[in-house]
């Protein structure tokens, strides 16, 4: 295990966000690589940011939609203490001194949403003020994270700002910090290190996961279900012919980002996938072409083996997390590097990232043909059906997005992957349940998050409109509609997101980040 110096004797990678403005890290706190950069906590939280928490938050009206799958209620009234839920209707008493009443006679209110898959955001995904991300999580309704990273020496940073979301010290969601642990040699070594991780209040093991021997890497495993500590991991595709996604699953991985190393749990006419020739794992290109015509590989949809695997899959209650949205660049680059919001919402920094060279991590669309895009939509199609499939089963998928990659902007990439669970044949009330409460039972939070019930936390998102009509009503920018007056104008957009019985004007947080681009364009000018 790599030594580091400061305060943490050992390094365990984890959330990463990157900036300038408050605080800095020491200079002990590195990138690994040496490189450069800023390592900034957000602004703190300013008087005109947020309202509350209140003696009692009355939210009259409300038509909820409580992330269990149960359709909407008649209007009712939310009555919060502080940061708890007290009371589902009822007569409410006169509003004292230091009580706030909302009333949204005709909107909906939604349990905070979770994004369990989270970089907010790496230094290969640009330098920006790291209230840029957070700001645009919340404007969109997520209230909760789970922060993933590369093993590297973040962590100290991490579980800091995790500790002042928590204080409401920072406008931000609150932060589940999970670590990738990187590279073990023995079993021993893979324990230590989890144990470690543990011990600096590191909660789940995601991302790039452990790395190494079959032996090493079921021991964390298995140090990490006695710890209890959650587990999600992006498995290694070259590593998966010895290893593949149900064989971590029988020794305890709790759930899988994306889909490496599933395929070679559904091979059932073949032992290995094929590959051209001249196909280079290292070459992000070549890498990106290829997987889009890895699902043609597996078993049909429908068929015994298909069948057999989400059977095993669900019987384990594994957590699978599509992060959809992520990849759909693959499928369409013109639209979605298109998208309406990267003219106020992506910042210059990101939008670098993206540009199409061959130097980038995921910049490889260049000579990016017809055909490339037809087998993704391909792909789409049957990953879908597979996520349906276990969905249908009774199985758990969740709303991660991995957003700083390919086109994606947080908050807004969010939202699009959910409309991509729609339409892999997901319910609007299912699409919802798995960014709610699907995500908090995977982070074991559901004792405190994901419904609105009596007891729980007070993150809830308040719209306008029903979502279940039309998911796009989370959208910052909104969405074109037909107004009463039959004219055509833009509406939709969160109303107010509440974290921790404090009330955000999504609206506000939005010009915020404007701003922060703005300002960061207006900069490269100069």
Not at 10 to 29: F, N
């Amino acid at each position: 295990m790599n030594p580091r110096a400061g305060s943490v004797g050992t390094a365990i990678a984890v959330l990463v966000l990157v900036g300038i403005g408050g605080s800095v890290v020491p200079t002990s706190a590195v990138a690994q690589d040496d490189t450069s950069f800023v390592w900034a906590q957000p602004s703190p939280r300013a008087a005109n940011e947020g309202e509350g928490p209140f003696n009692r938050l009355i939210i009259t009206g409300a038509r909820i939609i409580n992330g269990t799958g149960t359709p909407p209620s008649r209007p009712t009234t939310i009555v919060i203490e502080r940061n708890r839920i007290v009371r589902l209707g009822g007569r409410v008493d006169a509003p004292g001194p230091n009580d706030k009443i909302i009333d949204v006679r005709g909107g909906y209110v939604i349990p905070g949403m979770i994004d369990t898959h989270v970089r907010i955001l790496s230094p290969a995904q640009g330098v920006f003020p790291t209230d840029y991300p957070l700001k645009l999580l919340l404007a969109h309704g997520i209230t909760t994270v789970a922060s993933m990273q590369d093993y590297g020496p973040q962590t100290d940073w991490a579980l800091e700002l995790q500790k002042r979301s928590a204080a409401n010290a920072v406008v931000a969601p609150r932060l589940q910090v999970w670590a990738g642990l990187g590279m073990v040699t023995t079993p021993e070594e893979a324990r230590q290190r989890v144990r470690a991780a543990y011990a600096l209040g590191v909660r789940g093991s995601g991302e790039s996961a452990l790395r190494g021997s079959v032996e090493a890497i079921e021991a964390g495993l298995q140090e990490m279900r006695k710890l209890g500590m959650r587990s999600n991991w992006h498995m290694s595709q070259p590593f998966a012919v010895r290893f593949n996604a149900l064989d971590a699953a029988r020794v305890g991985l709790d759930g899988l980002t994306h889909w490496y190393a599933l395929i070679e749990a559904l091979l059932d006419e073949q032992s290995l996938q094929r590959y051209p020739d001249d196909y280079d794992w290292g070459d992000v290109r070549s890498r990106f072409r290829q997987s889009g015509r890895f699902w043609k590989q597996a078993a049909k949809p429908g068929s015994p083996h298909w069948n057999k695997v989400l059977d095993e899959f669900r019987a384990l209650d594994f957590t699978f997390e599509p992060t959809f949205s992520v990849y759909e660049a693959n499928r369409d680059v013109v639209g979605v590097s298109r998208a309406e919001w990267h003219d106020e919402y992506l910042h210059p920094a990101l939008r670098d990232t993206y540009v199409p060279n061959t130097s980038g991590l995921f910049s490889h669309f260049y000579d990016w043909t017809s055909t490339d895009e037809a087998e993704w939509r391909t792909n789409f199609q049957l990953w879908m059906a597979f996520v349906n499939a276990y969905k249908n089963r009774g199985g758990r998928v969740v709303a991660g997005t991995d957003a700083g990659y390919m086109w994606t902007v947080p908050g807004f990439s969010y939202i699009r992957n959910l409309e991509m669970l729609e339409e892999a044949g997901f319910s609007t009330l299912e699409v919802l349940s798995s960014a709610t409460l699907k995500g908090a039972e995977h982070l074991q939070l559901a004792d405190q998050l994901g419904t609105v019930e009596v007891g729980k936390l007070a993150d809830l998102v308040v719209l306008e409109r029903n979502p279940l009509d039309n998911l796009k009503e989370f959208y910052g920018t909104g969405y074109i509609s037909l107004r009463p007056d039959s004219t055509i104008g833009r509406i939709g957009g969160v109303r107010y997101t509440i974290k921790d019985g404090i009330v955000y004007d999504a609206k506000a947080l939005l010009a915020d980040v404007r701003k922060i681009v703005t300002n960061a364009k207006n900069a490269r000018r100069r």
